[in-house]
C-alpha cells in the first residue's frame, strides 16, 4: 500500500528560528497580517514579530479563545482592509488555527463552515501562511487540520485539507518560556494524546508511527521538568520538538476518540482542547484497551523502567497507569473538579455524543464505540479518578 505524508514546505526549528521570519515572509508577500492574542501582545511578542518582518503589518490580537468563526470573520475583513498578501500567526493553536482558516477563506469566499467534510471544494490556493507557535502542544503549525467553533450551532468543525497546511513551520523553544505552568500542563499532554492517538489510529502507517514513538520518547521524558521548571530550556526545547512530530503524527494518521468526545465539550462548555484531551485520555485508553494492546505495549519503555519479563497485556496496564500518574502529577482535573455542572453536562450528553460521532474522529480508534457505549463514557469521565 502507498502513503502520502504531508507536511509545511518549509520547517525550521531550534533557538533563533523566529529571528529568520523576515526573509521567509519577504519570500511570500509584501505587506503582512499578523494573527495573534492580547496575551502575546501584552508580552510584546506581536511587537518583536513586527519588527522582525521585513516589510509593512497590520495584526489582529483578537483571539480570546479557542477558536471561532467571529475571530476568521474579524482577521479576514483586516486583511482585505489592508490587502494583505501573507499571513504569520504567532500563539497557540487558537490562533494558527484561525489563521489557516482566513487563508483559505481569502481566496475560495464564504464561511469557513462550508468547507466542513469537503461540502464546498477548495479550488483556489490559500493566502501564504507562517506559523510560528508558542506552546507546545497542538503541534498546528505542522498539521493541515483546522478546528472553528461554529457560535451558532455550539459545534467545534474539524476541517482537514491540504490547503490549510502551513507553508511555513518557525519552531523556536525560547518562545514557549513565558507558558504558565496550567498551560504548559495542558498543552503538553495535548501533544502526547496527538502522539498516542496517531500510533493507534486505525489510519496510522510506517511514517506516523515513527513521528509518534520519537513524539512520545520526547514528551514523557520532558514534559514534568518543563512543567516543574519553565526555565528548563533544554525540556522546553525537547516538548516543542515533540509537539511538532506529535502534529505531524496525527496530520498523517489521524486523531481518534479523545479528540472526538473532546471537541463537543469545548464548544459547549468552554474548555480548554488541551485541558478536556487531557480529561479523557486515561479512561479512553482504558476503553479502547482490548483492541490496541501491542500499541500501548510498544510505548511501555517511555513510560516505565522496568519491561523485562511482562506480558503485552501487563505492558498496555502498566503505560495506562502511567499516563494516569502523569495527569495526577501534572494537577490535570477531571470534570467535575473543573467546575462544570453536572446536571448541565449530562443533559448536554445526547448532543456531544452525536457531534463527536459526526466529527469523523472516533471512527479511526481502535475500538469504535457505540452511541451507548460514548454516552457512557460521557458519563464516566465526569466522576473520572486519575
Known amino acids: 500500500m502507498a502513503y502520502t505524508v504531508h507536511s509545511p514546505a518549509k520547517i525550521v526549528y531550534g533557538n533563533?528560528?523566529?529571528?529568520?521570519?523576515?526573509?521567509?515572509?519577504?519570500?511570500?508577500?509584501?505587506?503582512a497580517l499578523i494573527i495573534s492574542d492580547p496575551?502575546?501582545?501584552?508580552?510584546?511578542?506581536?511587537?518583536?514579530?513586527?519588527?522582525?518582518?521585513?516589510?509593512?503589518?497590520?495584526?489582529?490580537?483578537?483571539?480570546?479563545?479557542?477558536?471561532?468563526?467571529?475571530?476568521?470573520?474579524?482577521?479576514?475583513a483586516l486583511l482585505r482592509e489592508h490587502q494583505c498578501d501573507v499571513i504569520v500567526s504567532i500563539g497557540g493553536?487558537?490562533?494558527?488555527?484561525?489563521a489557516k482558516a482566513i487563508s483559505v477563506v481569502a481566496t475560495?469566499?464564504?464561511?469557513?463552515?462550508?468547507?466542513?467534510?469537503?461540502?464546498?471544494?477548495?479550488?483556489?490556493?490559500?493566502?501564504?501562511?507562517?506559523a510560528i507557535p508558542t506552546?507546545?502542544?497542538?503541534?498546528?503549525e505542522a498539521t493541515d487540520v483546522t478546528v472553528i467553533t461554529n457560535t451558532a450551532e455550539d459545534i467545534k468543525m474539524m476541517i482537514k485539507d491540504a490547503a490549510f497546511m502551513p507553508d511555513v513551520a518557525l519552531v523556536d523553544a525560547q518562545l514557549t518560556v513565558s507558558s504558565p505552568r496550567h498551560i504548559t500542563a495542558a498543552t503538553g499532554v495535548d501533544a502526547m494524546?496527538?502522539?498516542?492517538?496517531?500510533?493507534?489510529?486505525?489510519?496510522?502507517?510506517?511514517?506516523?508511527?515513527?513521528?509518534?514513538?520519537?513524539?512520545?520518547?520526547l514528551i514523557t521524558a520532558n514534559l514534568l521538568p518543563a512543567y516543574r521548571d519553565g526555565h528548563n530550556l533544554a525540556a522546553r526545547e525537547a516538548m516543542s520538538l515533540g509537539s511538532l512530530q506529535a502534529g505531524m503524527a496525527f496530520s498523517n494518521a489521524s486523531v481518534a476518540l479523545v479528540h472526538g468526545m473532546s471537541r463537543p465539550i469545548g464548544a459547549l462548555f468552554h474548555v480548554p482542547h488541551g485541558i478536556s484531551n487531557a480529561m479523557l485520555l486515561p479512561a479512553v485508553l482504558e476503553f479502547s484497551k482490548e483492541n490496541c494492546t501491542p500499541q500501548l505495549a510498544k510505548m511501555?519503555?517511555?513510560?516505565?523502567?522496568?519491561?523485562?519479563?511482562?506480558?503485552?497485556?501487563?505492558?498496555?496496564?502498566?503505560?495506562?497507569?502511567?499516563?494516569?500518574?502523569?495527569?495526577?502529577?501534572?494537577?490535570?482535573?477531571?470534570?467535575?473538579?473543573?467546575?462544570?455542572?453536572?446536571?448541565?453536562?449530562?443533559?448536554?450528553?445526547?448532543?456531544?455524543?452525536?457531534?463527536?460521532?459526526?466529527s469523523g474522529s472516533p471512527a479511526n480508534n481502535p475500538r469504535i464505540p457505540t452511541e451507548e457505549e460514548l454516552a457512557q463514557l460521557y458519563k464516566d469521565v465526569y466522576h473520572y479518578v486519575f
Open 39 to 76: 496575551i502575546m501582545e501584552d508580552l510584546g511578542v506581536v511587537a518583536q514579530c513586527a519588527a522582525h518582518l521585513k516589510q509593512a503589518s497590520v495584526a489582529y490580537t483578537g483571539v480570546t479563545s479557542e477558536p471561532l468563526d467571529v475571530y476568521v470573520n474579524e482577521g479576514l
Open 135 to 140: 506552546t507546545a502542544g497542538t503541534g498546528s
Open 300 to 358: 511501555a519503555p517511555f513510560f516505565i523502567e522496568q519491561t523485562a519479563d511482562l506480558s503485552e497485556e501487563e505492558l498496555a496496564e502498566e503505560v495506562i497507569q502511567a499516563v494516569k500518574a502523569l495527569c495526577r502529577s501534572l494537577d490535570i482535573p477531571n470534570l467535575k473538579g473543573y467546575g462544570i455542572e453536572e446536571s448541565a453536562f449530562y443533559a448536554a450528553i445526547p448532543k456531544m455524543v452525536v457531534d463527536a460521532i459526526a
Open 108 to 130: 475560495n469566499r464564504g464561511y469557513i463552515g462550508d468547507y466542513m467534510h469537503g461540502a464546498t471544494p477548495i479550488t483556489e490556493l490559500p493566502i501564504p501562511h507562517i
Open 193 to 217: 494524546s496527538h502522539a498516542i492517538e496517531s500510533l493507534l489510529s486505525r489510519k496510522a502507517h510506517p511514517f506516523s508511527n515513527q513521528l509518534a514513538l520519537s513524539a512520545i520518547e
Open 93 to 98: 493553536g487558537s490562533c494558527i488555527d484561525t
Open 16 to 31: 533563533g528560528a523566529f529571528q529568520t521570519l523576515g526573509d521567509h515572509a519577504q519570500k511570500l508577500g509584501t505587506t
